[in-house]
């Protein structure tokens, strides 16, 4: 794997499988990419980052998931960020049809935790608390539950749990995003990073929360019906809410390119604004 942009980079050594130990050149480099050029977490609001993959053709899941867009690289993105992340944000929908189960401490790299838990939380968003096929999940302790008050009160309310899960109500009717949020920050979790899917990043776009995007593109047409990597539910009816990114690097291997853009004013935007405010 090497950078293209904004400079091109020497070759990083691909390593899909954490080890204990120092970390690898090639997976501390990395980690000071993905950390170059952000605030990252201030003392009053979190930091969200985006990972996601899609076709050239922009799908977000082949068959009905994501793993066949992905390739080594995209794999050692995937782990890193989760290393550096303090929870991982994620639809049901998702942690379902991906089968999500609890980040693994022998997945990730450990060098990178600075005295944090040794793997991070996974936080799940369900309105319908129906999470058949997330047992895994549900079976830890540090996993959390965000519903609405509705849903909760049939649980047992908020603090109770589902499985050693526990449940945060943020929302009375639907989860609100940002309620959501800001119980993650109360428990402490300041480094987000969503996985998706589709419907919860729509969410969080909307609501402006999303800071930073990690999107790998694989080199495959898709050509099917698979949604978008952000995709409002077509009954909400949601105005576009345009969020401006800066490119900040490109990364690629075999065909693949991973690019990470943060929230900010591209010169393409800019010019827009330039442009309505000549037009008064
Ligand atoms: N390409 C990628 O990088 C990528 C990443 C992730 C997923 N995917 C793919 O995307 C597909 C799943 O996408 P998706 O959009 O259906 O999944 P999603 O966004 O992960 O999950 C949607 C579900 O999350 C819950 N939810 C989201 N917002 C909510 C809110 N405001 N209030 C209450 N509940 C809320 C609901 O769960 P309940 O139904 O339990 O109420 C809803 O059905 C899969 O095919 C997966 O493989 C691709």
């Known amino acids: 794997m090497r950078q293209i942009y904004p400079v091109a980079g020497p070759e990083l050594e691909l390593i899909t499988t954490a080890t204990t130990g120092p970390l690898p050149a090639s997976v501390a480099q990395l980690a000071d ?7 990252g977490p201030a003392a009053d609001r979190p930091w969200i980052r985006a990972n996601m993959v899609a076709s050239a053709d ?35 929908g998702t942690a379902r049809a991906e089968r999500y189960k609890p980040a693994r401490e022998s997945r990730l790299w450990v060098g990178l935790r600075d005295g944090r838990p040794p793997a991070p939380a996974i936080a799940l968003v369900s309105g319908s608390l129906d999470l058949g096929g997330c047992e895994p999940l549900l079976s830890d302790a540090q996993t959390i539950v965000l519903t609405t008050a509705a849903a909760a009160a049939g649980a047992g309310g908020t603090g109770a749990r589902t499985g050693q899960a526990r449940i945060v109500v943020a929302g009375e009717r639907r989860v609100d995003l940002g309620q959501a949020v800001a119980a993650l920050v109360s428990l402490g979790f300041r480094q987000i990073l969503t996985e998706g899917g589709p419907r919860l990043l729509a969410q969080l776009a909307q609501a402006g929360l999303v800071d930073e995007l990690c999107l790998t593109t694989s080199p495959v047409l898709a050509a099917g019906t698979a949604s978008r990597i952000v995709a409002s539910d077509p009954a909400a009816d949601r105005p576009d809410a345009v969020t401006g990114l800066v490119l900040a690097h ?31």
């Open 250 to 280: 490109v990364l690629t291997d075999a065909g693949f390119l991973l690019s990470r853009y943060v929230k900010g004013l591209s010169h393409h935007m800019k010019g827009m604004a330039d442009a309505a405010a000549r037009q008064g």
């Open 58 to 92: 922009g799908a977000a899941a082949l068959a009905g998931r994501s793993g066949g867009l992905g390739g080594p690289a995209d794999r050692m993105v995937f782990y890193l960020l989760r290393s550096l992340a303090d929870v991982i944000l994620v639809g049901a």
């Open 33 to 39: 990419l993905y950390r170059d050029g952000t605030s």
